[in-house]
């Protein structure tokens, strides 16, 4: 069995067989199959060529979506997170706030203090010297 010998294409042939695919007249499998082109992404490579890509070969950004489309996506569900994080810091500065209202109402409903302050003895120390007198 003998390879056949690579087939060059002029640059005419290239832009008429690209203007075909773009104006809708074929898909780049029917240019291929009408055109006897054997590659199948020479196409492909010959419209990225003429876009003005300089890497042709290599998948445009168009192309080369599902990396992309995996960070957008993550950004996205880091995004959720931080928003649901969000809320629940709201939500508990919300709670503490509250609470520091009811122990502020307590202290002056039941005349007793609840905060601790600033130096307070630790309640076992006078626990141990209360049981020492």
């Not at 832009?15 to 196409?43: F, M, N, P």
């Amino acid at each position: 069995m003998e390879k056949e010998k690579p087939k060059y294409y002029s640059e005419s042939f290239k832009w008429e067989v690209v203007q075909d695919v773009l104006s809708g007249k074929y898909t780049k499998a029917e240019a291929r199959r009408i055109h006897s082109i054997r590659s199948k992404c020479a196409v492909l490579y010959w419209m990225r060529k003429f876009s003005g890509n300089k890497k042709y070969r290599q998948p445009s950004e168009f192309e080369a979506k599902p990396k992309t489309m995996e960070k957008r996506e993550l950004e996205k569900v880091n995004q959720s997170k931080i928003a649901e994080f969000e809320k629940a810091l709201e939500k508990e500065k919300q709670r503490a706030e509250i609470w520091k209202k009811m122990v502020e109402i307590a202290e002056e409903e039941y005349g007793i203090e609840i905060k601790k302050k600033y130096g307070a003895k630790q309640l076992s120390k006078l626990k141990k010297k209360a049981a020492e007198k």
